[in-house]
């Protein structure tokens, strides 16, 4: 038996097995005490009836004497009343043909009885009362009743052994009945204690190894030696000793793999430290750079509105002197294209001017010390939209502000993200259409960090220029609004400082969704 469902069956069939054969043997039992019992009832009715038909013979008698002697017919006979009692005897007996012969012979006399007492009532209704006295001073009933009497002794002595027999039968079947009972008590009790035995044995001692090897392998400690046999408890304890040796392979490898982890994260971190180098480097090259580059920038914008003074001046003094006329037109052609490069020269030192201090802001936003706090991001974008309520008003938009949690981060920081987002929306609004800008938050998938969503019905961005979004000085739409490009890329250096994520989904025509994550509290902040 390799399997536990077939011992198991056999645990429940031996005991099953033995409670049908002593249940079979009791039903048996009983089914023959019953039968003892009521063979036992049927003499006792037998003997019954018997006596009772010897009592109606000898009433008959006794009623035919006492009509003779009185002549009172209160003694004659009713026949509705009269029962058959030698009738129900002979059914009775039907089964025992000794008895039977007795009680047909007794039916004869009975018979014979029952002429002798016509006869007298017969004489009597005639008047010939004397002659029935004489009949009955002859003794022929008395005869024929005591022959009666004999022959239902006889009988009744028979039936009286029959119930001896009977009653006899009745107790031993009792007894053994009670045996069977006892017997199958004890029999019950030794299969169950054999059947528990063999369960232990078999079944429970096996569980408890199984049980402390699921412990050890828990505990991360040796297991108890390999159960054998081919059933499920073993099979069982078979997989713990194989989970137990992939587990030791497999923590063998996680201690290779933890090392290689560990010599990667120093790699990463000296990766990491030298990048933190250049990029402060850049930075501050960057910073230099734009601090040098501003002076002659200076004097450029001062040297072009000397010359535009002295052109100025010069022209003034030309307008005085006494000239040939064919000199004037070529002055005035001079003075024109001069004219023009003084404004090329004076767009171009503004546009540098504002690059730089595009550069200025960008190299800041990585080098300012953030001030971390719970920042509460509602009132932060309500104060930018009230800030912008002109621009908005002119614009003709509607910003809607739904409830927005708060976040773990830098104030101002936070603020020059939502700022920059919202002044982008407004900026880049389609004139087409009544301006729509919504801000939101979507519902956190858990408390690490929160997502907001700054939403427009604007112009759009194509497809191929979503990648490049991000990037310093990259402008889709340059004729739209005025900047040097540097916003968004602003806004993503401050959301990545605050170890968050920043993206947009757009649709050319239809309009823009930003959507940014940020800390949504102080163990899940990142200082970069």
Not at 422 to 447: K, Q
Request: contains cysteine; proline residues 4%; charged residues 25%.
């Amino acid at each position: 038996m390799n399997s536990i469902f077939k011992k198991g069956l056999l645990l429940i069939a031996v005991p099953l097995v033995f409670q049908g054969i002593f249940l079979a043997i009791l039903l048996a039992n009983e089914r023959a005490s019953v039968e003892a019992e009521n063979w036992a009832l049927h003499t006792q009715l037998v003997i019954g009836q018997a006596e009772s038909a010897l009592r109606h013979l000898v009433e008959e008698s006794n009623r035919v004497r006492g009509l003779v002697i009185t002549g009172n017919p209160v003694f004659a006979a009713k026949p509705a009343d009269l029962p058959d009692p030698i009738a129900e005897l002979h059914r009775l007996v039907r089964d025992n043909p000794i008895q039977l012969h007795r009680v047909e012979a007794l039916g004869v006399n009975a018979a014979g009885l029952a002429s002798w007492v016509a006869e007298l009532e017969r004489l009597v209704r005639a008047g010939r009362a004397s002659e029935a006295g004489e009949r009955i001073r002859s003794l022929q009933g008395e005869r024929l009743l005591k022959d009666a009497q004999a022959k239902i002794t006889a009988f009744l002595a028979e039936e009286q052994r029959l119930g001896r027999e009977r009653l006899d039968l009745l107790a031993r079947t009792r007894r053994q009945q009670r045996r069977l009972l006892f017997t199958a008590a004890a029999a019950a009790a030794v299969t169950a204690f054999g059947m528990a035995w063999l369960f232990s044995r078999g079944i429970s001692s096996r569980l408890e190894v199984v049980t402390a090897n699921a412990r050890r392998l828990a505990e991360n400690a040796p297991l108890a030696a390999l159960l054998g046999g081919g059933d499920e408890i073993a099979e069982l304890d078979a997989t713990f000793h194989q989970t137990a040796f992939r587990l030791a392979e497999a923590a063998a490898a996680e201690r290779l793999y933890q090392a290689e982890i560990e010599r990667r994260a120093a790699e990463l971190a000296h990766a990491n430290e030298e990048l933190r180098a250049k990029s402060q480097e850049i930075e501050t090259f960057v910073y230099s750079v734009s601090h040098d580059l501003r002076s002659p920038l200076v004097n450029l914008q001062g040297f072009s509105r000397e010359l535009e003074r002295s052109c100025l001046d010069l022209r003034h003094a030309l307008g005085q002197a006494e000239l040939p006329a064919a000199v004037h037109p070529r002055l005035q052609a001079i003075d024109g294209d001069m004219q023009e490069s003084l404004r090329f020269i004076q767009t171009a030192v503004s546009r540098a001017s504002n690059i730089i201090d595009a550069l200025l802001r960008l190299s800041r936003a990585g080098r300012v010390e953030y001030q971390w706090q719970r920042v509460d991001v509602d009132a932060v974008v309500r104060r930018v939209v009230d800030a912008m309520r002109g621009t908005i008003a002119q614009k003709g938009a509607r910003v809607t502000v739904s409830e927005l949690p708060p976040a773990w981060g830098d104030p101002t920081a936070v603020e020059q993200v939502f700022g920059n987002l919202l002044a982008n929306a407004v900026n880049y609004l389609d004139p087409a259409r009544p301006g729509e800008i919504e801000v939101g938050a979507r519902p956190a998938a858990s408390s690490v960090s929160s997502t907001y969503w700054v939403k427009d019905n604007g112009l759009g961005i194509p497809e191929p220029y979503l990648g490049k979004l991000f990037m310093a000085f990259q402008r889709l739409h340059g004729d739209v609004a005025p900047g040097e490009g540097i916003g968004l890329a602003l806004v993503r250096r401050v959301v990545l400082r605050h170890s968050g994520e920043i993206w947009a989904e757009s649709r050319e025509g239809e309009g823009t969704t930003f959507f940014l994550t940020l800390p949504a509290g102080e163990a899940e902040k990142g200082i970069k």
